[in-house]
């Protein structure tokens, strides 16, 4: 049985609000990205997170330790429970990522192979094992690893064990379905099939019954 992820990446604070309360009931946890925060700014964590809803923030953190210590201390203080780093910038840096986390009581999750067909210039492969063997050195809690390529998400599952979560996009616009991945995975993200759907209730209602 896999959770269901919202990916919540519409503009402005009103369709994100509709959207959210839409789907009320039939979410694990909102994922959070560039689109809605660089058009909303981050008070819509608060008023997303009234719902007791976990938010996660996916800004796929690639910096310095220094920086990416200080981008945890501004995520979790406006209502984040959860962040999304990409892996390549180095142990150091997921260090602080994942420190920064738990430091704040959140959780961190890390980018090992991603679900887009350039994927396989660079994050997918050896690299992609190499980071998720990273990542469980770090200590995140989890790792993201595409619905699109379920062969290649077993395979990074062998790698980080049971004990972390594997988050998992992909599924409904970019053309994987739940059936092909929740078995390998703990949560599924859907974003536009969910969110451009003329009702977002519904669909998220057939996605969370499809990932049970
Ligand atoms: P959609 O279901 O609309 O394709 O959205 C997928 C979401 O997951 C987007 O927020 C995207 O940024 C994110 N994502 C992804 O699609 N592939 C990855 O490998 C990593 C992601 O975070």
Do not use: W
Request: charged share 25%; with cysteine; proline share 4%.
């Amino acid at each position: 049985m896999a959770e269901l992820l919202l990916a919540l990446d519409v503009k402005g604070a009103e369709e994100a609000i509709r959207v959210s309360r839409a789907c009320e009931g039939e979410l694990d946890a909102i994922k959070i990205g560039y689109p809605l925060i660089l058009s909303t700014g981050m008070g819509i964590v608060k008023e997303l997170a009234k719902s007791n809803i976990p938010i996660i923030a996916d800004f796929k953190v690639a910096d310095i330790p220094n920086t990416n210590a200080l981008i945890c201390e501004e995520v979790f203080a406006a209502g984040c429970s959860g962040i999304i780093t990409h892996v390549f910038c180095g142990s150091d840096s997921l260090q602080a990522i994942v420190d920064g986390a738990h430091d704040h009581g959140g959780r961190a999750f890390a980018v090992c192979e991603m679900s887009h067909p350039g994927a396989l210039d660079f994050l997918s492969g050896a690299n992609a094992e190499r980071m998720a063997k990273m990542a469980k050195e770090a200590g995140a809690d989890g790792i993201i690893a595409p619905a699109t390529r379920p062969e290649r998400t077993e395979i990074l599952r062998s790698i980080i064990g049971n004990s972390m979560k594997i988050y998992s996009p992909g599924v409904g616009a970019q053309g994987a379905q739940p059936e092909d991945i929740k078995k390998y995975v703990d949560g599924i993200i859907v974003g536009r099939a969910i969110y451009e759907s003329a009702d977002p209730g519904k669909a998220a209602h057939e996605f969370r019954l499809r990932a049970l």
